[in-house]
């Protein structure tokens, strides 16, 4: 009798060791796959790059998210199509990477001109090539922003039409001008811009393409060719 209950005793320690410890690996192997607290994404791999597009970048190459990279690719490469004929392909850029690699400050564009560099636009320099590069980078980023200095930072993601106050404040600056439409505000600057001749919605996708790329080659002075 003491051995039987002895044996069950034994019998019963183990079964509800054996329990515990699935109830421990389990919640272990629950708590492994859990995604971090408040739902972070792990960080995303960056490249190191020491240029954009076809220009050296001004200091050290710096580390971008690979995506964020091909699109600035791609914007300069579309600034520098709709650049003047005597201007080289850009030479340089000068601006600043975000500690995530999403997120670009740019400072200048230097090109060459008659055996010169120089610089097709700079952030100090309030003219129509601020404004036309300010137009470039609408075209191929959501977010696009005026610092203090003049310079302009951008996130990455799909280019369109938001409705951000940074937009419309665009929007209504290249209206007046760019445009020649002085009296174009925020509430009407569209109305203002059908009355000229521009057909297009400017705030539908394909629309806003057109806008801002009107507004680069306005501000450069290549909408004639």
Not at 75 to 100: I, K, T
Not at 129 to 154: I, M
């Amino acid at each position: 009798m003491n051995d039987s209950h002895t044996s069950l005793s034994r019998r019963r320690i183990l079964i509800g060791a054996a329990a515990a410890s699935a109830v421990t690996v389990g919640a272990a192997s629950a708590a492994h796959a859990a995604p971090p607290a408040g739902g972070a994404a792990p960080a995303r791999p960056l490249v190191m790059r020491e240029r954009i597009a076809t220009a050296r970048l001004a200091g050290a190459p710096a580390r971008f998210q690979a995506d964020f990279h091909e699109r600035l690719d791609a914007w300069l490469a579309f600034w520098s199509a709709n650049s003047p004929h005597a201007w080289s392909p850009p030479v340089q850029v000068s601006g600043r990477v975000g500690a995530d690699g999403a997120a670009f400050t740019l400072h200048a564009i230097r090109v060459t001109r008659d055996d010169e560099t120089r610089d097709a636009f700079a952030a100090g320099r309030s003219d129509a090539a601020h404004l036309a590069t300010l137009a470039s980078l609408h075209h191929h980023f959501p977010s696009v922003r005026v610092e203090a200095g003049g310079a302009l930072r951008v996130i990455d993601g799909p280019a369109g039409w938001t409705g951000s106050a940074e937009q419309v404040a665009f929007a209504v600056t290249a209206c007046r001008e760019l445009w020649g439409l002085r009296d174009a505000g925020a509430a009407d600057w569209r109305e203002h811009l059908g009355r000229a001749g521009h057909t297009a919605d400017p705030t539908s996708r394909s629309g806003w393409a057109a806008f801002t790329r009107a507004g680069l080659r306005r501000g450069l002075r290549t909408d004639t060719y």
